[in-house]
């Protein structure tokens, strides 16, 4: 396994787990380019891959040099030189020419893999668990050095990949490019998957047929966005959930990004991604170099389920670092829906010891503790705490939280700044402009240039201060608006096209000071809900509120589409009030739970004003949490019932690592008339064929289901589950009954348990 350089045959062969991947040094004219991608071959000289390349060569047909280029798979293609499809690298040199054209010089094959300058990455767990190879590439009339980095991981089908630019001539050159990396494959025969929404409906997926032409995805907000997420896939058009072939892309990048697929005019396809190049420009002076965001790669030959179980093994084991290794993170409750910015100091202690006496473990104090942060049109920027609403401070109602046997954690929004604020007042300038020109106002707010160090800093020693001199155990880090008129006042004119970077660099500086400075801090970070879910930002925080819409129903399709490449402990879910405040809907209680608990699980209501009955239901679920948060947050998920294809139900499993253990949830969307009209059998998955599980159904107590006023007239908690034995091959093959629950949006757990 591993990585081989077959020196002969000028091939590179990279071994992931099942997977191959083969770069091949083409001809005397030492093109870099793509030979295969897919499930592991065992052959290393695999030079008829070339086809009928080898037989048009540029240096035998040097006058169709232009059409040969268009033909080549390239492993990093570039503008200028006669491909035309799309490219990774596209440079201008100070007289103003675009052109480079890269063949290979030397490589590097070792152990281990590299971090990134400055940028989040995917690590080496243990020794062992990765290789790297370095492929130099250079163009001579540039005398611009380029190095391809691929990881091959051991023990998942993940190959990851990125750039470094290096500027070896005396004059400057200008970046106007720079993608992270490229896929070519030998025939269009492919669907696009990728993940679309807004604002409140985060991470759809929607699938696409590729034909000649290009699908594209991507962001330009500064963020990677609500509307695109940093994936992008294509399947064979028959792969199901379960079968067939996908090759995923995930960046690991939280700003303007861009992803295409393209079906060229030989009939073959290419995928890019990497930094978005709209407005995009990075001056490297002589030995300067530029270091792209990682490219996650996953191949998977059993369909959308396993690239999804692939992307979540490798995101926990060597993306995340979790604060609370081998255990439940701690069950939270967030003031926002329970108070928005009308709290008192009163008021959250109130809230804080009914949580308490159901078990719930941390306090979060959401937005509005500081400046004159009364409502949204002020105060950011204003990071000290506003003794009129919390007289003593965050010290001391941190402390009185602590008093209750509970953490304390605090919102934040460090990126911004009000027209109103003490800061603003003082540094006008801070705030991202184009000078003369209109300053677009976004939820009442500026953002702060983070590519200044001095603004950075300033906000950093504020919040420093803050936790510091309170015991905070967790922080929730918001970013509620997009940049626009981007410009900093720092930067020279033709340094503007760097500020969108240097912004997403300055905040993982922050991030990552934050981390290290505050090693047992959980940070979630948050973005008007899900509009900066990617895994740059998961390298600084173990998980990310999924969305600002808490409707247990709309939730659903929102996790299992987050749950595509982000493992189900990372997304932010809370158990809110009925009516919902998104959509008005009224859901039960317990459906709600089971919803939430398919990600970090938490509360986000007024616990005072729950009835005595509804308090026993959450002790019941923070038990339920307990007993069995260790199968989500570590086993593996299949989706079952896909959400966004029937209106009629959902259902997922987490099964445990090691298979003995199986979390099974059932919501049913849509009643039906009818007992056996509206029961279902559904096939489980990834059990053991031979084993024998009992399964139990997991419900809150019948007294509850009676009372709980918002399932009125519920007849669940009538019924009574058997428990049964099944084997693994019966659960699987001929499947569980659903049996018919009363009314919509009525859900279920059943735990498995093997014997
Ligand atoms: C947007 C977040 O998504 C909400 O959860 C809440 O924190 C508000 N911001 C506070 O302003």
Known sequence: MGILFHEQAGIFKLDALDTSYIIGIFDDEKFVSHLYYGKRIIDSDVNYLYGPLVRVRPSV????????????????????CGDYREHCLEVETIDGYHACDLRYESHKIYPGKPRLNGLPATFEKEEGDCNTLELICRDETLNLKVTLLYTTFEYLNV????????????????????????????????DVLTLHGSWERECGPVRTLLRQGKVTTGSTRGESGPTDNPF??????????????????????????????????????????GINPVNFSWKLEQGESFTAPE???????????????????????????????????PILINNWEATYFGFTYEKLIEIAKEAAKCGIELFVLDDGWFGNRNDE??????????????????????????DLGMKFGLWIEPEMVSPDSELFRAHPDWAIQIPGRHRSLFRHQYVL?????????????????????????????????????????SLPADRQ??????????????????????????????????SRFDPGVLYYSPQIWGSDDSDAIERIQIEMGASMCYPLSTIGAHVSAVPNHQTGRITSL?????????????????????????????????????????????????????????????????????????????????????YFGASRKLRLKGLTEEALYETTVISVSAEVRNEDVHSEGAQNSQKTYDSLTLSGSALMNAGYWMERLEGDYMGMMIYLKAK
């Open 61 to 80: 047909l040097p006058g169709q040099a232009g059409r040969i280029m268009d033909a080549i798979p390239f492993e990093y293609p570039t503008y200028g």
């Open 159 to 190: 190959i990851t990949r990125t750039v470094l630019i290096t500027n070896e001539n005396a004059a400057a050159i200008y970046l106007k490019r720079v993608l992270s990396g490229c896929l070519e494959f030998d025939h269009q025969n492919f």
């Open 232 to 273: 992008l896939a294509v399947l064979d058009p028959a792969a199901t959930e379960d079968t067939g072939e996908v090759f995923a892309m995930n960046l690991v990048y939280s700003g303007n990004f861009l992803g295409v697929a393209e079906g060229h005019h030989f009939r073959g396809s290419r995928l890019v991604m």
């Open 295 to 329: 490219i996650v790669m996953v191949y998977s030959g059993q369909g959308i389920g396993k690239m999804s179980r692939t992307f979540h093994d490798l995101y926990r084991n060597h993306l995340i670092r979790d604060v609370y290794p081998g255990t439940p993170r």
């Open 377 to 402: 049109m002020r105060g950011l920027g204003d990071w000290f705490v506003n003794e009129e609403k919390l007289p003593g401070g965050i010290r001391r109602l941190s402390e009185e939280i602590n």
């Open 449 to 489: 240039d983070w590519s200044r160090k001095e603004v950075r800093d300033y906000i950093y020693d504020m919040i420093h201060h803050v936790l510091s001199n309170a015991n905070v155990a967790y922080i929730k880090w918001d970013m509620n608006r997009t940049l626009t008129e981007p410009a900093s006042a």
């Open 497 to 530: 096209g760097e500020l969108c970077h240097r912004y997403v660099l300055g905040v993982y500086e922050i991030m990552g000071r934050l981390r290290d400075d505050f090693p047992s801090l959980l940070l979630e970070n948050c973005s008007a809900g899900g």
């Open 590 to 674: 317990e459906t709600r739970g089971y919803v939430a608990m398919a990600g970090t699980f938490g509360y986000e209501l007024d616990i005072t004003r729950m009835s005595e009955a509804e308090k026993d239901a959450v002790r019941r679920q923070v038990d339920i949490y307990h007993k069995y948060n260790h199968i989500v947050k570590e086993g593996d998920l299949y989706r079952i019932g896909d959400p966004f294809e029937n209106r009629d139900y959902a259902c997922w499993m987490v099964v445990s690592k090691d298979k003995k253990e199986a979390l099974v949830t059932y919501i049913q969307t849509h009643a039906l008339p009818g």
